[in-house]
């Protein structure tokens, strides 16, 4: 045997000491998750292995099955984890334990709220359940050797998480990764068989690997026996699965306390065989928002795991929810070249998305206060759907939830189909608006004359509501149009009468729009009469074919380059200042720009020159001042 080297000592990273003090300051409670943090880490060592050696048949050297096994010592206080894995090396024992070379350590240390049934789930979400060693153990003693390294390659780690680690270059016949926890007196219940093999039934019971632990019974003594099921969830038939295993077998996939709001088990039979089981959560994760974080769907191969980043088994604006596919047909060396380029993939994922909407179109009609409170969570995350699925976009859009100028609250409440049901016969467009924010939105200019005229209008303050309403276009033939863009279809606002006494107005104010723009230059496409004003003196409208200002600023802050595409700038001739103005008023340049700017500010575009509008606008109070006007 070739004898260890001599062991180098080495200080923690600093994230890593303040995770460990805070994770226990935090679980105290709740120190039984170490054993399910350790069996998944396992577990996942396992899987890794059978994956690596579809293409490298060597690494898992005839030795022993995949698995893992638990034992105590009572006399010595330890307990003992020992998978039959992939292993590491020694690099990889540093930067996998020794540092922390993860952006989401920080976002845990962040997350954990003192609540320990919380944040014990946080650990599973966030990477870092080694550390839960720690939460019983005065001494961690880790084994381990990666499959492709030989016998004398093995790494002996040991720590007792107060700041420093040593590590070792030892021995060990077998590949895989043996962690031996030192009990502290306090915790020795957890050197106890029933203990353990409670804990195990209670978290980890659905893996599907055997979890072994030694017999009890005095005629198998030193003999192995199995502690869990082993059997895949998803593979036995809905009737034999009680809710109360879906729920653990979800929060094994999610680390989510609370029950998923829809379960969803389904077995395909046919040409293409296979198992799906999705879980759609209560509440967002909290890696919701991170496109490039995805691990919501495990796919298997006749229940042999293959990957847990198989995004293309389905689309982004559905990457909250969890859970697995086992398909019979597929090939076991499955590569993510093959799963982009594949028939039955794509059929896969075609069913899996119908079904999810399906339930979601259910949910919608038959719970809807339930439903209310899934689009709280992800709706924004739904609409990406609308601009990403142009197959599924008809249900989409009966799924889109909005705020209108039918209600005074900011919650998205109004669904197109409602709109459509209330649309006076006359209307011939769904009206929306867009904006920054909710009260950016329901306080806009462009909203007097529909006001004005009991007309419903969207109030769409999302950042994706931009890219929604120009991918969906139009809703049962009505077309979607913006308020704040291109001309107005006055049939819908007035009435003959009011056509003709706007275009008298047009034609009374030619000269003073024309002076205007004259004044604005550059700043404007034109200046022209609204027929949308009733309450202000201005606004600034799109031109039909440009960008709106709300998609020109989005995409500014998204540091990408938009059109230069100048705003048109409406006036109410109806308005006291406008009636006051004329061609020739001695301030109608200051009164121009002014006008201009407030239009601007109106819907929440920076001024380019706040200063000068200051000066102008205090020049003009003063004026009024002395003059008594």
Known sequence: ??????????????????????????LYSNKEVFLRELISNGSDACDRLRFAALM?????????????????????????????????????????????????????????????ANDANLIGQFGVGFYSAFL????????????????????????????????????????????????????????????????ISRYSDHISLPIEMPSQEKEKKGEWEAVNSGSALWSRPKNEVSEDEYHRFYQSLSYDTEAPLVTLHNRVEGNLEYTSLFFIPQKAPFDLWDREQRHGINLYVRRIFIMDDAKYLMPSYLRFVRGVVDAADLPLNVSREFLQNNKDIDRIRSASVKKILSELSRLAAKEP?????????????????IVEDHDNRTVLADLMRFNSTRSEEAEQTESLADYFKRMPIKQKAIYY?????????????????????????????????????????????KPLKSVAKGALDLEDLATPEDRKANEAKEKDLAELTEKME????????????????TDSPACLVADETDLGGNLERILQAMGQSAPDAKPIMEINPDHPLIRQLSPEHSQLEDWTRVLFDQAALSEGAPLPEPAAYVQRVNDLLTKATLTGN
Not at 442 to 459: D, Q
């Open 1 to 26: 045997m070739t004898q260890t080297t001599t062991a180098q000592t080495h200080s923690f990273q600093t994230e890593v000491k303040q995770l460990l003090q805070l994770m226990i300051h935090s």
């Open 56 to 116: 490298d048949a060597s690494l898992m050297e005839d030795g022993a099955s995949l698995g893992l096994k638990i034992s105590f010592n009572k006399n010595e206080n330890t307990v003992t984890i020992t998978d039959t894995g992939i292993g590491m090396t020694t690099d990889e024992v540093i930067e996998n334990i020794g540092t922390i070379a993860r952006s989401g350590t920080r976002q845990f240390l962040d997350a954990l709220s003192g609540d320990a």
């Open 136 to 199: 019983v153990a005065e001494k961690v003693e880790l084994t381990t050797r990666h499959a492709s390294q030989p016998a004398d390659g093995g790494v002996r780690w040991v720590s007792d998480g107060e700041g420093e680690y040593t590590i070792e270059t030892v021995a060990r016949e077998e590949r895989g990764t043996s962690i031996t926890l030192h009990l502290r007196d306090a915790d020795k219940e957890f050197a106890e068989d029933f203990r353990l093999r409670g804990i």
């Open 369 to 385: 206060e339930s439903y209310a409170n899934f689009w709280n969570e992800f709706g924004k995350v739904l609409k990406e759907g």
């Open 433 to 477: 608006i867009t904006a920054d924010s909710h009260n950016a939105a329901s306080t806009s200019p462009h909203l007097e004359i529909f006001r004005k005229n009991g007309i419903e209008v969207f109030l769409l303050s999302d950042p994706v509501d931009e890219w929604l309403v120009s991918s969906l276009g139009e809703y049962k033939d």
């Open 518 to 533: 004259s004044l604005l230059g550059k700043h404007v496409k034109s200046v022209r009469v609204s027929q949308r004003l």
